[in-house]
């Protein structure tokens, strides 16, 4: 769209020679201003509204490439708005991008809410499921998943299935938190540029793990809160869990047994449990993008998308890649996830609930001398399943955001095809 002003303004007298419209070739004489109500036909107050063109009260804008004849001159002729032709195709045109905006908004908050509410319940479960060794039941399909849920809910609660979802925000905060400091004092690139090198992706990866290093005592802190059951548990406060991260790096707070490991034994298996899970989930996600734009584009090409469908590539392909790229990561590192929080969890003497009744509570005791034995004991006593144990969690929880996110779709469609 070309600018309504002038190339230039001296008091009221407009300077400039005859100028060729590049959109459609007319040529129009120069012309002086002498008074505000010439002016008037290139500044408006209230400033246009794009696409209006400013039209009196009955007037039509113009056929493209045809100039207005309503009055005596008018000023360079412009695009026309893509919404329609008259000035309620602008008004239509500007509440479509305002709903596009806010149907993307909208449609990013869902998933955030999908991501971090909606399936808090199966995280919770599912690592519960991991820590206990006593269990017979491996909940390896979402069936048994969904029936002890049920069972956790009758017996203690809602409180049950979301307790410690504060403390895995804090966790989140303050993680992204430590990047960027480190970061900002370091010479370790936050992002990767387009023209990587080996050395920038391992300083980048570096910077990742210090991350890790700086959040696992507050990871350590909201295993807890997630898996501890709410039978014996008193009501901490939000801040908890920063309290208690605080205290297992200074040895202080609440007393552990002599089982419990040093924060130095665990920063292998937490940097590496991190590592990988980023490295995954970045290469998956680049790839399913580049599959699905490289889709929209031949579609494009082929001009067989609707406008409804061209705003949908705007938002959706990064969601779906997003979530392609949990969901393959969570499933790959399930077995080193399982390991990863038993020795988080071991001498912090907490009490879970028994995943396979539904009620009462065991404590755990576990006596892992570190990662290796973690894998060899696990293996011999649970099988190799044992590495699995509630990994129907993982599938009800991505089932939810699936639904999730194809009833945005939905929903979203459906208000693009009223608003065109």
Same mark, same amino acid.
């Given at each position: 769209?070309? !600018?309504?002003?002038?190339?230039?303004?001296? %008091?009221?007298?407009? +300077?400039?020679?005859?100028?060729?419209?590049?959109?459609?070739?007319?040529?129009?004489?120069?012309?002086?201003?002498?008074?505000?109500?010439?002016?008037?036909?290139?500044?408006?107050?209230?400033?246009?509204?794009?696409?209006?063109?400013?039209?009196?009260?009955?007037? /039509?804008?113009?056929? $493209?490439?045809? !100039?207005?004849?309503?009055?005596?001159?008018?000023? !360079?002729?412009?695009?026309?708005?893509?919404?329609?032709?008259?000035?309620? =195709?602008?008004? @239509?045109?500007?509440?479509?991008?305002?709903?596009?905006?806010?149907?993307?908004?909208?449609?990013?908050?869902?998933?955030?809410?999908?991501?971090?509410?909606?399936?808090?319940?199966?995280?919770?479960?599912?690592?519960?499921?991991?820590?206990?060794?006593?269990? +017979?039941?491996?909940?390896?399909?979402?069936?048994?998943?969904?029936?002890?849920? $049920?069972?956790?809910?009758?017996?203690? =609660? !809602?409180?049950?299935?979301?307790?410690?979802?504060?403390?895995?925000?804090?966790?989140?905060?303050?993680?992204? %938190?430590?990047?960027?400091?480190?970061?900002?004092?370091?010479?370790?690139?936050?992002?990767?540029?387009?023209?990587?090198?080996? /050395? @920038?992706?391992?300083?980048?990866?570096?910077?990742?793990?210090?991350?890790?290093?700086?959040?696992?005592?507050?990871?350590?802190?909201?295993?807890?809160?997630?898996?501890?059951?709410?039978?014996? +548990?008193?009501?901490?406060?939000?801040?908890?869990?920063? /309290?208690?991260?605080?205290?297992?790096?200074?040895?202080?707070?609440?007393?552990?047994?002599?089982?419990?490991?040093?924060?130095?034994?665990?920063?292998?298996?937490?940097?590496?449990?991190?590592?990988?899970? $980023?490295?995954?989930?970045?290469?998956?996600? /680049?790839?399913?993008?580049?599959?699905?734009?490289?889709?929209?584009?031949?579609?494009?090409?082929?001009?067989?998308?609707?406008?409804?469908?061209?705003?949908?590539?705007?938002?959706?392909?990064?969601?779906?890649?997003?979530?392609?790229?949990?969901?393959?990561?969570?499933?790959?590192?399930?077995?080193?996830?399982?390991?990863?929080?038993?020795?988080?969890?071991?001498?912090?003497?907490?009490?879970?609930?028994?995943?396979?009744?539904? $009620?009462?509570?065991?404590?755990?005791?576990?006596?892992?001398?570190?990662?290796?034995?973690?894998?060899?004991?696990?293996? @011999?006593?649970?099988?190799?399943?044992?590495?699995?144990?509630?990994?129907?969690?993982?599938?009800?929880?991505?089932?939810?955001?699936?639904?999730?996110?194809?009833?945005?779709?939905?929903?979203?469609?459906?208000?693009?095809?009223?608003?065109?």
């Amino acid at each position: 769209m070309h !600018p309504r002003r002038p190339d230039g303004f001296d %008091g009221l007298g407009y +300077r400039g020679g005859a100028r060729d419209d590049q959109g459609f070739g007319v040529a129009f004489p120069a012309r002086s201003f002498s008074s505000g109500s010439d002016l008037g036909h290139w500044v408006t107050t209230p400033p246009d509204i794009p696409g209006s063109r400013n039209l009196h009260w009955g007037e /039509k804008s113009p056929p $493209y490439g045809v !100039p207005s004849t309503s009055t005596p001159y008018e000023g !360079p002729a412009e695009e026309p708005f893509p919404a329609g032709g008259g000035g309620g =195709g602008g008004v @239509q045109g500007q509440s479509s991008e305002q709903l596009s905006r806010f149907a993307g908004f909208g449609i990013g908050l869902a998933s955030l809410f999908t991501e971090n509410v909606l399936a808090h319940p199966c995280i919770v479960l599912r690592r519960q499921c991991q820590v206990n060794y006593h269990a +017979r039941n491996y909940h390896l399909t979402p069936f048994t998943v969904i029936n002890i849920m $049920y069972s956790f809910n009758k017996t203690q =609660g !809602p409180r049950a299935l979301w307790k410690g979802m504060g403390s895995t925000f804090i966790v989140q905060g303050v993680t992204l %938190g430590a990047e960027g400091i480190i970061s900002e004092f370091t010479p370790l690139p936050r992002e990767i540029s387009h023209k990587w090198n080996p /050395k @920038q992706i391992g300083e980048h990866l570096l910077l990742k793990a210090l991350t890790y290093i700086v959040a696992m005592p507050f990871y350590s802190a909201s295993l807890i809160e997630t898996v501890q059951s709410e039978i014996i +548990r008193d009501n901490a406060g939000i801040l908890e869990c920063v /309290k208690e991260g605080i205290g297992r790096v200074i040895g202080l707070g609440v007393p552990h047994s002599k089982r419990l490991l040093p924060l130095l034994s665990l920063v292998f298996p937490t940097v590496l449990h991190g590592v990988l899970h $980023y490295i995954i989930s970045s290469i998956i996600q /680049k790839f399913v993008l580049l599959i699905l734009k490289r889709k929209t584009y031949n579609s494009h090409l082929a001009e067989s998308s609707s406008p409804v469908q061209s705003m949908l590539d705007a938002y959706f392909p990064e969601l779906i890649a997003n979530f392609a790229a949990s969901l393959c990561s969570d499933v790959i590192l399930f077995p080193l996830e399982t390991v990863l929080h038993r020795l988080h969890i071991q001498g912090t003497r907490t009490i879970i609930d028994n995943t396979d009744l539904g $009620y009462e509570v065991l404590p755990i005791n576990t006596q892992y001398e570190g990662m290796r034995d973690c894998i060899n004991t696990i293996k @011999q006593e649970e099988g190799m399943l044992g590495f699995y144990k509630g990994f129907g969690a993982v599938i009800v929880q991505y089932i939810l955001h699936a639904a999730v996110l194809q009833i945005t779709k939905v929903i979203y469609s459906t208000l693009l095809q009223n608003s065109i």
